[in-house]
Protein backbone atom coordinates (compact mmCIF):
# COMPACT_ATOMS: atom_id res chain seq x y z
CA UNK A 1 0.00 0.00 0.00
CA UNK A 2 1.41 3.80 -0.63
CA UNK A 3 0.28 6.43 1.47
CA UNK A 4 0.29 9.79 -0.12
CA UNK A 5 0.12 13.20 1.89
CA UNK A 6 -0.10 16.55 0.90
CA UNK A 7 2.10 18.68 3.22
CA UNK A 8 1.08 22.01 1.99
CA UNK A 9 -1.29 23.53 4.08
CA UNK A 10 -4.83 25.17 3.33
CA UNK A 11 -4.51 28.71 2.92
CA UNK A 12 -6.95 31.13 4.81
CA UNK A 13 -10.02 32.22 2.37
CA UNK A 14 -12.96 34.54 1.79
CA UNK A 15 -15.82 33.49 3.78
CA UNK A 16 -18.25 34.24 0.97
CA UNK A 17 -17.84 35.13 -2.72
CA UNK A 18 -19.27 39.43 -2.60
CA UNK A 19 -16.16 39.51 -0.39
CA UNK A 20 -14.05 39.46 -3.65
CA UNK A 21 -16.47 41.24 -5.49
CA UNK A 22 -16.27 44.32 -2.92
CA UNK A 23 -12.20 43.77 -2.90
CA UNK A 24 -11.98 44.35 -6.38
CA UNK A 25 -14.40 46.72 -7.13
CA UNK A 26 -12.41 49.02 -4.44
CA UNK A 27 -9.37 48.13 -6.05
CA UNK A 28 -9.78 48.03 -9.68
CA UNK A 29 -13.10 49.62 -9.92
CA UNK A 30 -12.85 50.32 -13.95
CA UNK A 31 -11.44 46.54 -14.74
CA UNK A 32 -14.12 44.08 -16.53
CA UNK A 33 -15.90 41.72 -14.47
CA UNK A 34 -18.61 40.35 -17.38
CA UNK A 35 -18.57 40.81 -20.92
CA UNK A 36 -21.29 39.45 -23.41
CA UNK A 37 -22.12 39.90 -27.09
CA UNK A 38 -24.50 42.50 -27.54
CA UNK A 39 -28.13 41.63 -28.12
CA UNK A 40 -30.34 42.85 -30.99
CA UNK A 41 -30.80 46.40 -30.79
CA UNK A 42 -27.99 46.86 -28.30
CA UNK A 43 -24.99 48.45 -28.32
CA UNK A 44 -21.38 47.18 -27.52
CA UNK A 45 -17.83 48.89 -26.65
CA UNK A 46 -17.15 50.87 -29.45
CA UNK A 47 -13.38 49.66 -29.40
CA UNK A 48 -14.52 45.87 -29.46
CA UNK A 49 -18.10 45.55 -29.56
CA UNK A 50 -18.90 43.50 -26.01
CA UNK A 51 -21.31 44.68 -23.72
CA UNK A 52 -19.22 45.05 -20.42
CA UNK A 53 -19.79 45.21 -16.51
CA UNK A 54 -16.77 46.49 -14.71
CA UNK A 55 -16.72 45.93 -10.92
CA UNK A 56 -17.54 48.74 -9.52
CA UNK A 57 -20.91 49.18 -11.89
CA UNK A 58 -21.51 45.51 -11.03
CA UNK A 59 -21.52 45.86 -7.36
CA UNK A 60 -23.70 49.04 -7.70
CA UNK A 61 -25.96 46.48 -9.92
CA UNK A 62 -26.09 43.73 -7.51
CA UNK A 63 -26.74 45.63 -4.48
CA UNK A 64 -29.74 47.38 -6.20
CA UNK A 65 -31.02 43.39 -7.07
CA UNK A 66 -30.09 42.18 -3.27
CA UNK A 67 -32.03 45.20 -2.49
CA UNK A 68 -35.05 43.85 -4.56
CA UNK A 69 -34.83 40.48 -3.64
CA UNK A 70 -34.86 40.81 0.25
CA UNK A 71 -37.84 43.45 0.01
CA UNK A 72 -39.63 40.69 -1.69
CA UNK A 73 -39.28 38.18 0.91
CA UNK A 74 -36.79 35.76 -0.64
CA UNK A 75 -35.22 33.55 1.99
CA UNK A 76 -33.78 29.62 2.14
CA UNK A 77 -37.38 28.53 1.89
CA UNK A 78 -38.05 30.96 -1.02
CA UNK A 79 -35.21 30.99 -3.20
CA UNK A 80 -34.92 32.15 -6.67
CA UNK A 81 -35.17 30.12 -9.75
CA UNK A 82 -33.56 30.64 -12.92
CA UNK A 83 -34.67 29.30 -15.98
CA UNK A 84 -32.32 30.97 -18.65
CA UNK A 85 -28.84 30.23 -19.83
CA UNK A 86 -25.62 32.57 -19.11
CA UNK A 87 -25.47 35.84 -19.39
CA UNK A 88 -25.15 39.13 -17.96
CA UNK A 89 -28.50 39.42 -16.20
CA UNK A 90 -27.76 35.52 -15.05
CA UNK A 91 -24.62 36.43 -13.63
CA UNK A 92 -25.71 40.04 -12.04
CA UNK A 93 -29.59 38.57 -10.37
CA UNK A 94 -27.43 35.03 -9.41
CA UNK A 95 -24.17 37.32 -7.05
CA UNK A 96 -27.04 39.61 -5.78
CA UNK A 97 -29.19 36.70 -4.26
CA UNK A 98 -25.23 35.52 -3.15
CA UNK A 99 -25.05 38.88 -2.15
CA UNK A 100 -28.49 39.41 -0.16
CA UNK A 101 -27.85 35.60 1.68
CA UNK A 102 -30.54 34.23 -1.11
CA UNK A 103 -29.98 30.41 -2.24
CA UNK A 104 -30.52 30.64 -6.17
CA UNK A 105 -30.82 27.75 -8.46
CA UNK A 106 -29.23 27.74 -11.98
CA UNK A 107 -32.17 25.42 -13.83
CA UNK A 108 -30.72 23.31 -17.36
CA UNK A 109 -32.77 24.85 -20.18
CA UNK A 110 -32.87 21.07 -20.88
CA UNK A 111 -36.23 20.93 -18.50
CA UNK A 112 -37.91 24.08 -19.94
CA UNK A 113 -37.86 25.00 -23.60
CA UNK A 114 -35.97 21.72 -24.77
CA UNK A 115 -38.77 19.45 -22.52
CA UNK A 116 -41.96 18.48 -24.00
CA UNK A 117 -43.32 16.90 -20.76
CA UNK A 118 -42.05 19.56 -18.29
CA UNK A 119 -42.18 16.85 -15.51
CA UNK A 120 -38.52 18.00 -14.23
CA UNK A 121 -39.27 21.51 -13.90
CA UNK A 122 -42.48 20.90 -12.18
CA UNK A 123 -40.66 18.37 -9.65
CA UNK A 124 -37.46 21.10 -9.42
CA UNK A 125 -40.47 23.85 -8.81
CA UNK A 126 -42.22 21.57 -6.07
CA UNK A 127 -39.08 20.74 -4.37
CA UNK A 128 -37.55 24.37 -4.04
CA UNK A 129 -40.86 25.97 -3.76
CA UNK A 130 -39.13 29.49 -4.95
CA UNK A 131 -40.28 32.84 -4.46
CA UNK A 132 -39.16 34.07 -7.61
CA UNK A 133 -38.55 32.87 -11.24
CA UNK A 134 -36.00 34.52 -13.74
CA UNK A 135 -36.66 34.02 -17.12
CA UNK A 136 -34.58 36.09 -20.15
CA UNK A 137 -37.46 35.79 -22.93
CA UNK A 138 -40.99 35.52 -21.90
CA UNK A 139 -42.09 34.27 -25.08
CA UNK A 140 -39.90 31.84 -25.27
CA UNK A 141 -40.28 29.98 -21.56
CA UNK A 142 -43.85 30.31 -21.74
CA UNK A 143 -44.56 26.87 -22.45
CA UNK A 144 -42.31 25.87 -19.85
CA UNK A 145 -43.74 28.19 -17.38
CA UNK A 146 -47.52 27.49 -18.43
CA UNK A 147 -46.92 23.51 -17.05
CA UNK A 148 -44.89 24.23 -14.17
CA UNK A 149 -45.21 27.75 -12.38
CA UNK A 150 -48.56 27.07 -9.72
CA UNK A 151 -50.39 30.35 -10.06
CA UNK A 152 -51.72 29.80 -6.33
CA UNK A 153 -48.63 30.27 -4.79
CA UNK A 154 -47.25 33.79 -4.82
CA UNK A 155 -44.22 32.93 -7.14
CA UNK A 156 -43.78 36.70 -9.10
CA UNK A 157 -42.31 36.06 -12.38
CA UNK A 158 -39.51 38.52 -14.03
CA UNK A 159 -38.92 38.79 -17.66
CA UNK A 160 -36.00 40.15 -19.35
CA UNK A 161 -37.85 40.70 -22.27
CA UNK A 162 -40.86 40.02 -24.13
CA UNK A 163 -43.61 39.42 -21.32
CA UNK A 164 -46.20 36.90 -22.40
CA UNK A 165 -49.82 37.71 -22.07
CA UNK A 166 -50.94 34.90 -20.23
CA UNK A 167 -47.86 35.06 -17.77
CA UNK A 168 -47.42 38.74 -15.88
CA UNK A 169 -44.54 39.15 -15.71
CA UNK A 170 -42.17 42.35 -14.01
CA UNK A 171 -39.52 43.99 -15.56
CA UNK A 172 -36.48 43.13 -15.21
CA UNK A 173 -35.67 46.97 -15.06
CA UNK A 174 -37.58 46.95 -11.95
CA UNK A 175 -35.42 45.70 -10.07
CA UNK A 176 -32.36 47.44 -11.49
CA UNK A 177 -34.62 50.49 -10.44
CA UNK A 178 -34.20 49.65 -6.64
CA UNK A 179 -31.84 51.71 -4.37
CA UNK A 180 -29.75 50.37 -2.00
CA UNK A 181 -31.18 51.25 1.21
CA UNK A 182 -28.83 48.91 4.16
CA UNK A 183 -30.86 45.99 3.85
CA UNK A 184 -28.27 44.20 1.04
CA UNK A 185 -25.16 45.57 3.30
CA UNK A 186 -26.51 43.92 6.73
CA UNK A 187 -27.51 40.59 4.82
CA UNK A 188 -24.22 40.51 3.03
CA UNK A 189 -22.63 41.15 6.64
CA UNK A 190 -24.29 38.25 8.14
CA UNK A 191 -22.84 35.72 5.51
CA UNK A 192 -20.66 33.12 6.58
CA UNK A 193 -18.81 29.87 5.48
CA UNK A 194 -22.46 27.86 6.55
CA UNK A 195 -24.42 30.27 4.41
CA UNK A 196 -26.22 28.47 0.99
CA UNK A 197 -24.80 30.22 -2.25
CA UNK A 198 -27.05 28.16 -4.31
CA UNK A 199 -28.95 24.67 -5.17
CA UNK A 200 -27.76 22.52 -8.17
CA UNK A 201 -29.43 20.00 -9.81
CA UNK A 202 -28.52 16.31 -10.51
CA UNK A 203 -28.91 15.52 -14.40
CA UNK A 204 -31.72 12.81 -13.49
CA UNK A 205 -30.24 10.52 -15.92
CA UNK A 206 -31.37 7.37 -13.81
CA UNK A 207 -34.34 9.31 -11.96
CA UNK A 208 -35.49 12.86 -11.03
CA UNK A 209 -33.02 15.66 -10.46
CA UNK A 210 -31.88 16.01 -6.88
CA UNK A 211 -30.91 19.38 -5.77
CA UNK A 212 -27.04 19.70 -4.07
CA UNK A 213 -26.40 22.18 -1.52
CA UNK A 214 -23.57 24.73 -2.56
CA UNK A 215 -22.49 26.67 0.63
CA UNK A 216 -19.96 29.70 0.62
CA UNK A 217 -17.36 27.76 2.15
CA UNK A 218 -17.35 25.23 -0.57
CA UNK A 219 -16.96 28.06 -3.25
CA UNK A 220 -14.69 30.06 -1.30
CA UNK A 221 -12.42 27.19 -0.47
CA UNK A 222 -11.95 25.43 -4.20
CA UNK A 223 -11.15 29.39 -5.40
CA UNK A 224 -8.20 29.45 -3.06
CA UNK A 225 -7.06 25.73 -3.48
CA UNK A 226 -6.71 26.84 -7.40
CA UNK A 227 -4.94 30.01 -5.95
CA UNK A 228 -2.24 27.31 -4.35
CA UNK A 229 -1.94 25.18 -7.31
CA UNK A 230 -1.75 27.75 -9.83
CA UNK A 231 0.23 31.03 -8.44
CA UNK A 232 -0.20 32.08 -11.11
CA UNK A 233 -3.63 33.53 -10.39
CA UNK A 234 -2.33 35.67 -7.37
CA UNK A 235 -0.06 37.20 -10.33
CA UNK A 236 -1.94 38.54 -12.86
CA UNK A 237 -5.61 38.13 -13.04
CA UNK A 238 -6.75 35.60 -15.47
CA UNK A 239 -9.17 36.35 -18.26
CA UNK A 240 -11.66 33.48 -19.30
CA UNK A 241 -13.85 33.04 -22.26
CA UNK A 242 -15.95 30.13 -22.01
CA UNK A 243 -19.74 28.94 -22.80
CA UNK A 244 -20.03 26.21 -19.95
CA UNK A 245 -23.71 26.37 -18.78
CA UNK A 246 -23.80 27.46 -15.40
CA UNK A 247 -26.33 24.96 -14.17
CA UNK A 248 -23.22 22.45 -13.91
CA UNK A 249 -20.97 22.57 -11.25
CA UNK A 250 -17.76 22.94 -13.58
CA UNK A 251 -19.07 26.07 -15.39
CA UNK A 252 -21.35 27.45 -12.41
CA UNK A 253 -18.78 26.93 -9.91
CA UNK A 254 -15.44 27.05 -11.14
CA UNK A 255 -15.05 28.78 -14.32
CA UNK A 256 -17.34 31.50 -13.14
CA UNK A 257 -16.18 31.70 -9.84
CA UNK A 258 -12.31 31.93 -10.79
CA UNK A 259 -12.35 35.21 -12.79
CA UNK A 260 -14.31 36.73 -9.77
CA UNK A 261 -12.40 35.43 -7.00
CA UNK A 262 -8.75 36.74 -8.46
CA UNK A 263 -9.70 40.16 -10.01
CA UNK A 264 -10.50 39.47 -13.80
CA UNK A 265 -12.67 39.08 -16.37
CA UNK A 266 -15.40 36.64 -17.28
CA UNK A 267 -16.19 36.79 -21.17
CA UNK A 268 -19.73 34.66 -21.88
CA UNK A 269 -19.59 32.60 -25.05
CA UNK A 270 -22.45 31.56 -26.80
CA UNK A 271 -20.56 28.53 -28.65
CA UNK A 272 -22.90 25.75 -28.41
CA UNK A 273 -21.01 22.30 -29.42
CA UNK A 274 -24.07 20.25 -30.86
CA UNK A 275 -25.30 19.59 -34.48
CA UNK A 276 -26.34 23.14 -35.47
CA UNK A 277 -24.74 25.23 -32.79
CA UNK A 278 -21.85 27.53 -32.62
CA UNK A 279 -18.08 26.34 -32.34
CA UNK A 280 -16.95 26.75 -28.41
CA UNK A 281 -14.00 28.83 -27.64
CA UNK A 282 -13.32 28.23 -24.29
CA UNK A 283 -9.76 28.84 -23.14
CA UNK A 284 -7.62 31.04 -20.42
CA UNK A 285 -5.23 33.38 -20.88
CA UNK A 286 -2.43 35.49 -19.20
CA UNK A 287 -2.54 39.43 -20.00
Not at 81 to 99: F, K, P, R
Not at 148 to 170: C, F, K, W
Not at 174 to 200: M, N, Q, Y
Request: hydrophobic residues 40%; charged residues 20%.
Amino acid sequence: MLLVRNRMLAREHAGALPERLLLHARNAPERVWLAARPRAGERGDEADGWRKVRYAEGLDVVRRIACALLGRGLSVDRPLLVLSGNSLEHALLGMAAQYAGIPYAPISTAYSPASRDHVKLRHIVGLLTPGMVFVDDGERYAPALAAALPRDQGIELVALRNPHSAQPATPFAELLASAPDGREEAAREALGPDTIAKFLFTSGSTNLPKAVTNNQRMLCSSMAALGQCWPFLEEEPPVLVDWLPWNHTFGGNLAFNLPLYFGGNYYIDEGKPVPGGSRPRCTTSRR
